[in-house]
């Protein structure tokens, strides 16, 4: 196992070598240093993540021209997209996060609408398999999860206006965006509630595996979907105070799609509270109100007696119905 470790290591820095020497040859002089930034930034080392210095000119790219930007989200999507190596897979990953949560407006909306013609799934990484040796085995159960979750932060923050836990939603804008919130109509609320249900369910579905403890990729992993999570908590506590002042105004289908929205939080609570990376005492203090007004709605469902409840049986084919169209993404 350790010559095919070392055998495995040494063709990727021929590799690496290679691609940016092809780089060198063919790129256009405008986006030279972009492109061998990009390489370097995601080369086949197993024991470092991106380095600071690339990332940050690739996120300066974001400053120049919307062509310029374009070019650096295709260059980034294509070595993602095309690579069979389990570390360039996750480094790329790695800096779309950055991107996200770093990049000026105009490099986050390229890479919000990649690709041009749309679709879904669009980091295609959902077959994405390394199968040797076994660390990188394992890496792959990593790198399908984190695109998956990077998909569905892109949807959350398409949904909430802005993007999560970017340096543009800093915690000094918590009492804007309460202002905010508080104008929107409920379908809006329940919209995003539910979005940033799927974001957190997605994190609890965390992989667990032996082998990657430790590792630093998925260490840099770990803090920044740490950080995701402690703004996506955040984002879920302002809407849950919202409804508690919209309780008593809530329709039948209102509560009950709220209740199921909450139970669904709820269940995440367990699965995250075994990720050691995932405890924040600031978040326990989310979920209790969550259970909280879980509680309050069931109660607020059942309020009226049995008149409500058949109002609810007989339009549950409605419900059913209206669920399948429920969402844009």
């Known amino acids: 196992m350790g010559r095919i470790t070392i055998l495995r290591d040494f063709i990727g820095i021929i590799k690496d070598k290679a691609s940016q020497s092809k780089a060198a040859l063919l790129s256009d002089p405008k986006t030279l240093s972009l492109h061998l930034a990009l390489l370097r930034a995601t080369t086949h080392d197993p024991f470092t993540p991106p380095d600071p210095r690339h990332l940050a000119t690739l996120l300066a790219s974001g400053h120049t021209s ?47 609408v990649y690709p041009f013609n749309g679709g879904r799934n669009y980091l295609k990484l959902s077959n994405f398999r390394d199968n040797t040796p076994l660390l990188t085995w394992e890496l792959s159960y990593w790198v399908r999860w984190y695109a998956l979750y990077l998909e569905n932060l892109l949807q959350t923050s398409r949904v909430l206006g802005f993007f999560l836990s970017s340096a543009s939603s800093s915690v000094d804008k918590n009492e804007e965006e309460e202002e905010k919130v508080s104008s929107l109509i409920n379908s809006q609320l329940l919209k995003a509630i539910n979005s940033l249900g799927n974001l957190i369910e997605q994190i609890s579905r965390m992989p667990n595996s032996l082998h990657t403890n430790g590792n630093i990729l998925v260490d840099e992993v770990l803090g920044m979907v740490g950080e995701d999570y402690l703004a996506s908590a955040n984002e879920v506590s302002i809407r849950v105070s919202e409804f508690k002042e919209r309780l008593s105004c809530l329709s039948v289908f209102e509560s009950v799609e709220l209740g199921f929205a909450l139970k669904r939080l709820e269940d995440c609570k367990e699965r995250l509270s075994a990720l050691g990376q995932m405890r924040n005492v600031l978040v326990e203090t989310v979920w209790g109100s969550i259970s909280e007004m879980k509680d309050q709605v069931g109660n607020n469902e059942l309020y009226g007696g049995e008149g409500r409840l058949m109002v609810m049986e007989s339009s549950k084919n409605k419900v059913s119905e209206s669920s399948r169209y429920g969402s844009e993404f």
């Open 66 to 112: 919307r062509a310029t930007v374009s070019t650096a989200i295709e260059i980034l999507m294509d070595r993602l997209q095309t690579t069979r190596d389990a570390y360039v897979a996750i480094k790329c990953l790695i800096t779309v996060h950055h991107i996200i949560k770093r990049g000026s407006f105009i490099l986050q909306d390229q890479l919000s």
